[in-house]
């Protein structure tokens, strides 16, 4: 459906979009999380035709779309604020794309009202804008951007602005929608929970590049990079020498699954749950906590080593000790993660990226 | 959505995106800008620079040189060093008097709600846009001779520079409160309280938060304030006597009594620098104004009066108001009607009918007026819209400079323009001493600015990304601009309109000098009635300022009607 081949955008000197190749399937959601900065809403832009494309091409369904003007493309896009024309009401703005493709009034009116229906405000054309919420303006934008049926759907931070619940329950709404529509998306994000749930496969961007691309879950497996793993939210990464099935750490040594373990200088994450909390006394490495933060059914702790950088670990609530003990750590091999396993460090081929 | 927002960057920016807007394509290319320059350019030099200049070269210009001897000469004349000083602190006094009086006013009306507020702040408005004519008799007829002081304590105040102080305050109420008060609705009331929570007292919070952001407003109000009174003409003709006079007023006199065109040109020269330099001063502070400020919908700023306090501000506000200026309104109308034989329509009726002072009947003076404003107004429209668009990214010094110059009209002597251009335009190409045209085209010159300073904060206020959202979905960049602009912008055009009809409708400065005898308008005929002896004409010259308040009036509540809640510099 969507092809990316090299796409370079440039302001000025620098590349807010660096060389990047990504397809996009038909009726595949795809997601492309990244910090702010990271080139992701310029990648959208340029595909919309709104920013133009210093180097490389942008083909959908075989298309080159190099010329072709903004509104010739037959894109749907969901602005990160909505946008939603404030002189115009809610049917109004649903309205006024089936307008500029010449469909009739009454076909138009009808088509309105079961796109109202859909995204759950049926009834709503005569309502001003301004008079929406924050979740019900999303949902107008969703279905202004639906109406023209577009090729191709891109949302620009859905969901950024609605409060946590909301936009939890509207990811749940928004993939079975277009799971039933058999959309094809292209969404962009800095929550990962929000890539993670919504989309099919996930593409991590850093800097104007892809930094790993593959489904939500080979991505929360085996981080690409110590850059991916700290964006998700690992904070155990540190450099260590893998030979076999040991790997020492500035923590001492650590099992690491034989199936990882490429030998020589890596980069490894040892993931929370992997950190073992125990008496003090024993073989383990030596701790203080010095921080605990409750998070429901479990609880993180941040732990200072006698050697070492700090550590996080997530243990269950009732085995959680307090503020100031001492406690002995242990590692788990199954949650310990060699991250840049391939010679070239870059996009994780174990993860199996497509298109990076 | 709050599309009126003056020169404040709201968040309108890319918001938290990578980087993106910030750097928005440009629909438009320097060489349309240039374009959109192009019109209000050529019309302020051919009715603007050249009339000016061509009066200045008249007076200070002899076998081709020029003699520069008369600047000092001039200059050093006690008569006019007398009225550079009177000129300089009756505005000076004039603004601060309207700035006490009308910052509790500005106040009330943004955080007060009470019944009855919208009319009174269209009322407020009228007196702005009232011809400086009729405001000067309406104050004739409340503190003159035989006015309603004289006849109830015998208190008589014209000729006194009460009289003139008091009628500047009634002139530029509005100002004060539209621009200052418009802001001071859209601040925050939390960040007040922030500062209050913090430890701040009512007054630490209110001198520390409100005030610096309130700040540039209230200085950009009170320069437009001593613009106005400093260039102020219509009033000081009518309610100085012969004591009092302005520059503006020596320069009509140096001009058409003693026809001493030299001493005119100098204090032109004199005024326009002055203006000049209180535009710099006015640029600079509006620049400041554009630091980001958050603000919210007015209506969530208001609430009713509660302590005794509050309710006595109210009060006295609404006091204020009703003496200043909602009497000189009321008295004006009472006099129309006031005959010898008692009150009637005696002097509307001898409106209709041309003695000596007039070839025409004085009541078609309302034709002519409407006719000409309409010409003006589309003018005006035309190209303060031009320079809008052509202003709208912000710029370089470049296009700074050339909003500042838009006002530069604003200020300048009117009467000298109204003569440049009969001096000036009299000889082909441009031969228009006898054609009606002259006269909307000088109106227009003073309707510009308001349509520039009313679309200005609307235009810059339209969100490309609008536009953007009209492309994805598939309008083309005309389509957009019909569909997004044009709906967004039609109200302020038709607020933008409003304001050019009604300062055309009242322009007087020029108009007195091109306006053909037998084609007075209003403002016009009112000064020459007023004029004249006898109480037959003072009746009929109330009657005719009655009915072009009433025009204006109108204009000014449609106005309202459509302009809801929308702040603007005027």
Redesign the interface.
Known sequence: MLVLDDVTVR?GDRA?VDGVRLDVADHEIVSVLGP???????LL?AV?????VAAGRVLLGGRDLAGV?????????M???Q?L???RDVGGNVA??LR??GVSRAAARERVASLLALVGLPGAERRA??ALSGGEQQRVALA??L??SPQLLML??PL?QLDRSLRERLVVELRQLFGRLGTTVLAVT?DQGEAFALADRVVVMREGRVAQTGTPAEVWERPADEFVARFLGFANVVRATVHGDVADTPWGKVGVSAAAGVPGERTLLIRPAGVRVGPPAGTGLGCEVVGRTFRGEHVVLVLRPESGPELEASVALREAPEVGERVGVGFEASEVVVLDSTPDGRAGGATGGTGS | ?D?AGREVTRAAG???????GA?R?GVRGPAGRFALMAVPAAFFAVFFAYPVGAIVARGLRENGRWHLGRLPDVLGDPDIVGVLWFTLWQAAASTGLTLLLALPAAYVFARFDFPGKHLLRALVTVPFVMPTVVVGSAFLALLGRGGVLDGWWGVRLDTTVWAILLAHVFFNFAIVVRTVGGLWSQLDPRQEEAARVLGAGRLAAFRHVTLPALGPAVAAAALMVFLFTFTSFGVIQILGGPSYATLEVEIYRQTADFLDLPTAAVLSLVQLAAVASVLALHAWTVRRQETALRLVAPETTARRPRTPGERALLGGVLTVVAVLLLSPLAVLVERSFATPGGHGLGFYRALQESDGTFAVPPLEAVGNSLAYAAVATVIAVVVGGCAAAAVTRRAGPLVRGFDALLMLPLGTSAVTVGFGFLIALDSPPLDLRSSWILVPLAQALVGVPFVVRTMLPVLRAV?E??R??????????L??WR??DL??VSRAVLVAAGFAFAVSLGEFGATVFIAGPDRPTLPVAVARLLGRAGETNYGQAMALSTILMAVCAAALLLLERVRKNQAGEF
Do not use: C, I, N, W
Not at chain 1, 69 to 76: K, N, V
Not at chain 2, 468 to 477: F, M, Q, R
């Open positions: 302001y807010a702010s900065g990271s080139g992701k809403s310029t832009r919309a035709g709104l920013q133009p003007p903004a509104h010739r493309r037959g894109l749907g896009l602005f990160q604020d946008q024309f404030p002189h006024f794309g500029m493709h804008v301004a202004r951007a109406a023209p620009d931070e950024g800095h | 959505m599309l890319p918001g938290p995106g990578d980087g993106g750097r394509g969100d990304r609008l953007e959202a009209a492309a994805v979905l598939g309008a083309s960049p389509r957009a569909e997004v709906p967004l």
